[in-house]
């Protein structure tokens, strides 16, 4: 049985916390966070992203699933209004774009990881004969059938769906604004290579930070409290896991504080 978390003695907390980051006390604000963590140890608050993002601690392998799921569940219903409208996130239609200038497709199945509310499944729609779309938010996915796009649609975690899926192989797998979420990629990318058709395409976006800043580190918290890659690691943990580069473009991820977030578009074949 999980222990019941107080509520109330766990929002006393993240909000001390929160404060106390927000005042520039780096050492009191990650104590606090700490006692946030030893109430919520699931951590349904990402206290341990946070932590790191002010670079103390050690750096998690990926965004703990609780936090991401009550993230997402929570902003489910003003998503695509924030996203897309407030911080002009269009990756879905840059991997639409690049798939047509490219001339790669049309698709026999697609899987779309992190599929959220649906966005990169409407701009491919017409590209793929079968969708299938997996995410960890529940009230994501509800908001995605709502559109009628996807054959398929799962509520899981990335990582474990991979790993369990025994259906018919993918032609094209797609990873949009779902690297952030994650630190560590071995396992993303070898459970995109154990789901795709020999020659299929795995097409996903990153987030990066200038070179100097990750200070030798494959990957790191940046401030806004998501994962950032360096590029010399996304491409060699590509190569190890049977993938050959076709194109990595720079792209604005999405605007924060007024300014644009450097990331890449990245597709690459499995050649296994």
Same mark, same amino acid.
């Given at each position: 049985?999980?222990?019941?978390?107080?509520?109330e003695?766990?929002?006393? *907390?993240?909000?001390? !916390?929160?404060?106390?980051?927000?005042?520039?006390? =780096?050492? @009191?604000?990650? $104590?606090?966070? %700490?006692?946030?963590?030893?109430?919520?140890?699931?951590?349904?608050?990402?206290? *341990?992203?946070?932590? !790191?993002?002010?670079?103390?601690?050690?750096?998690? =392998?990926? @965004?703990?699933? $609780?936090?991401? %799921?009550?993230?997402?569940?929570?902003?489910?219903?003003v998503?695509?209004?924030?996203?897309?409208?407030?911080?002009?996130?269009?990756?879905?239609?840059?991997?639409?774009?690049?798939l047509? $200038?490219?001339?790669?497709?049309?698709?026999?199945?697609?899987l779309?990881?992190?599929?959220?509310?649906?966005?990169?499944?409407?701009a491919?729609?017409?590209?793929?004969?079968?969708?299938?779309g997996?995410?960890?938010?529940?009230?994501?996915?509800?908001?995605?059938?709502?559109?009628?796009?996807?054959?398929?649609?799962?509520v899981?975690?990335?990582?474990?769906?991979?790993?369990?899926?025994?259906?018919?192989?993918?032609d094209?797998?797609?990873?949009?604004d779902?690297?952030?979420?994650?630190?560590?990629?071995?396992?993303?990318?070898?459970?995109?290579?154990?789901?795709l058709?020999p020659?299929?395409?795995?097409?996903?976006?990153?987030?990066?930070?200038?070179?100097?800043?990750?200070?030798?580190?494959?990957?790191?918290?940046?401030?806004?409290?998501?994962?950032?890659h360096?590029?010399?690691?996304?491409?060699?943990?590509?190569?190890?896991?049977?993938?050959?580069?076709?194109?990595?473009?720079?792209?604005?991820?999405?605007?924060?504080?007024?300014?644009?977030?450097?990331?890449?578009?990245?597709?690459?074949?499995?050649?296994?």
């Amino acid at each position: 049985m999980a222990k019941k978390i107080d509520e109330e003695a766990l929002a006393e *907390a993240y909000n001390r !916390a929160l404060a106390l980051e927000k005042s520039g006390d =780096v050492d @009191a604000a990650v $104590a606090a966070y %700490e006692d946030v963590l030893a109430i919520d140890p699931e951590d349904h608050g990402g206290a *341990a992203v946070r932590i !790191a993002a002010m670079g103390r601690g050690e750096t998690p =392998v990926k @965004a703990p699933d $609780a936090y991401v %799921e009550t993230l997402f569940d929570q902003h489910a219903e003003v998503f695509e209004d924030v996203l897309v409208e407030q911080l002009g996130y269009h990756v879905p239609m840059l991997v639409r774009q690049r798939l047509q $200038a490219l001339k790669l497709g049309p698709f026999k199945r697609l899987l779309d990881l992190g599929c959220g509310t649906g966005l990169t499944g409407g701009a491919l729609r017409d590209l793929c004969e079968d969708m299938t779309g997996i995410d960890i938010s529940e009230k994501m996915v509800e908001i995605a059938h709502e559109k009628d796009l996807y054959e398929t649609l799962f509520v899981a975690e990335v990582e474990d769906f991979l790993d369990d899926n025994d259906e018919e192989a993918f032609d094209l797998v797609t990873a949009t604004d779902v690297l952030p979420y994650l630190g560590a990629l071995e396992p993303l990318f070898f459970g995109a290579a154990e789901n795709l058709t020999p020659g299929g395409l795995f097409i996903f976006s990153s987030e990066t930070l200038p070179e100097e800043t990750f200070a030798g580190r494959a990957y790191m918290v940046g401030p806004h409290q998501r994962f950032a890659h360096a590029d010399a690691y996304v491409r060699e943990r590509l190569t190890a896991t049977g993938f050959e580069l076709v194109e990595v473009s720079d792209i604005n991820v999405r605007m924060e504080d007024g300014q644009p977030t450097p990331g890449h578009l990245v597709i690459a074949r499995y050649i296994g």
